[in-house]
């Protein structure tokens, strides 16, 4: 299973590779078709751009972290049940929620708390550029930064769906990435702490079939950015913004459910037939040989 998951992984790294490639020639053929100051014309225009475009990102930053609605906190309180390993990934998770909520230029304002020092995540986090982004950092804890009356901490051990997301609210991201799924950790500290509701994003109910309940942070950041984006739809909402991996792989696997249910089924219906021709025959046979007897 592990080889083919590598083998897996690797397809997907060539694939983005090839694409990168594909891009950087057509680039180079365009340019190459160009005159020198056409060319010079080109760079001054592009480098405008994203000058422009980085500026205007930085407000849209700026804007969320003084004033931006609905709040979102990502609780790394976590990290000292990882190994190394998972807290690079928890890292490279709170980089990826960050750079949705900057390239959507959304609203949500985004809060990183039990960032202290003795974080065990923290040099992680450092070496990934964490605090040199706007966002709100905390030291403390969020159960001691926020008003428990508005805190939704989302958590797949949840009974009920989150149905919307509310511009007064905070909601509460476990910062969690374990390799082997430790249920309810998010959950029973929300509980410890006197945290009162608790939702599950509605995959169950609006997801693609057989989609994982289980999300990376930045895609539950992602999933909470565009649904404030569209204000609702959540058939949509989940379609863009559920990997495709994990769909794809979901699918397959209900797929060959669903195959493996149809094959039984064939099979127990060719049993019951022959069983109940064999019986035809026997009674075939006896009414044969009565005339005879």
């Given at each position: 299973g592990r080889e083919r998951g590598e083998g897996s992984r690797e397809k997907r790294r060539e694939k983005k590779r090839a694409s990168r490639n594909r891009k950087a020639d057509a680039r180079k053929a365009v340019l190459q078709a160009m005159s020198p100051e056409e060319r010079e014309a080109h760079a001054k225009r592009v480098k405008a751009q994203v000058t422009q475009r980085r500026l205007d990102?930085?407000?849209?930053?700026?804007?969320?972290?003084?004033?931006?609605?609905?709040?979102?906190?990502?609780?790394?309180?976590?990290?000292?049940?990882?190994?190394?390993?998972?807290?690079?990934?928890?890292?490279?998770?709170?980089?990826m929620a960050f750079v949705a909520v900057r390239d959507m230029r959304?609203?949500?304002?985004?809060?990183?708390?039990?960032?202290?020092p003795e974080n065990p995540a923290h040099p992680q986090l450092e070496a990934i550029g964490a605090f040199s982004w706007t966002v709100h950092r905390h030291e403390g804890c969020v159960w001691d930064l926020f008003d428990a009356s508005q805190l939704v901490v989302l958590t797949p051990d949840a009974?009920?769906?989150?149905?919307?997301?509310?511009?007064?609210?905070?909601?509460?991201?476990?910062?969690?990435?374990?390799?082997?799924?430790?249920?309810?950790?998010?959950?029973?500290?929300?509980?410890?702490?006197?945290?009162?509701?608790?939702?599950?994003?509605?995959?169950?109910?609006?997801?693609?079939?057989?989609?994982?309940?289980?999300?990376?942070?930045?895609?539950?950041?992602?999933?909470?950015?565009?649904?404030?984006?569209?204000?609702?739809?959540?058939?949509?909402?989940?379609?863009?913004?559920?990997?495709?991996?994990?769909?794809?792989?979901?699918?397959?696997?209900?797929?060959?459910?669903?195959?493996?249910?149809?094959?039984?089924?064939?099979?127990?219906?060719?049993a019951d037939m022959e069983e109940s021709g064999s019986s035809d025959a026997s009674s075939g046979s006896s009414d044969s040989e009565s005339p005879g007897g």
């Open positions: 990102d930085q407000a849209s930053l700026q804007r969320a972290y003084e004033s931006g609605r609905p709040r979102v906190v990502i609780n790394c309180s976590f990290s000292g049940t990882m190994n190394g390993k998972e807290r690079s990934s928890l890292a490279k998770q709170a980089q959304s609203p949500i304002q985004l809060h990183f708390t039990s960032m202290g009974e009920q769906d989150l149905e919307e997301v509310e511009e007064d609210k905070v909601y509460v991201i476990g910062g969690i990435v374990d390799r082997t799924v430790c249920k309810r950790q998010s959950y029973d500290q929300a509980v410890d702490h006197g945290a009162a509701c608790f939702r599950k994003l509605p995959i169950k109910a609006h997801g693609p079939y057989g989609a994982h309940p289980i999300l990376n942070i930045d895609t539950v950041v992602n999933i909470l950015a565009e649904w404030w984006r569209r204000r609702g739809d959540w058939p949509g909402v989940l379609e863009q913004c559920l990997p495709l991996r994990r769909q794809a792989r979901e699918d397959t696997k209900a797929v060959r459910r669903e195959r493996n249910r149809l094959k039984k089924q064939l099979a127990g219906g060719a």
